[in-house]
């Protein structure tokens, strides 16, 4: 089992920046990929940035692609999303999760975060 905490949520005015934090209680966590999820209000979940065990690809959806980066750093069983230039559009609750590959399909995952709430205001 492995157990991930999400702290670094918050808000944000347009334009601004926040460090998202996916933090594993195994280290085992550097085998695997992880993936960044996100549900606004009234909609489905869905992918947001991956990165590979170690950390040598990385892939992201094209609504924050040239936003959003996504690094890891095994030592510290951490993974982060900063997020560069927020939007309205990006408030929501986002999620972390590990699984074997780093996919755009939740199904691939095995581990959740509880999530972590971003709001941008305008």
């Known amino acids: 089992q492995v157990q991930l905490v999400e702290p670094g949520g918050g808000s944000v005015q347009a334009g601004g920046s926040l460090r998202l934090t996916c933090a594993a209680s195994?280290?085992?966590?550097?085998?695997?990929?992880v993936g960044w999820f996100r549900q606004a209000p009234g909609k489905e979940r869905e992918f947001a940035a991956a990165?590979?065990?170690?950390?040598?690809?990385?892939y992201y959806a094209d609504s924050v692609k040239g936003r959003f980066t996504v690094s890891r750093d095994n030592a510290k069983n951490t993974v982060y999303l900063q997020m560069n230039s927020l939007k309205p559009e990006d408030t929501a609750v986002y999620y972390c999760?590990?699984?074997?590959?780093?996919?755009?399909?939740?199904?691939?995952?095995?581990?959740w975060g509880q999530g972590t709430q971003v709001t941008v205001s305008s």
């Open positions: 999760a590990a699984g074997p590959a780093p996919l755009v399909a939740q199904a691939a995952y095995d581990y």
């Open positions: 195994r280290r085992t966590f550097s085998r695997y990929a």
């Open positions: 990165i590979s065990w170690s950390g040598g690809s990385t």
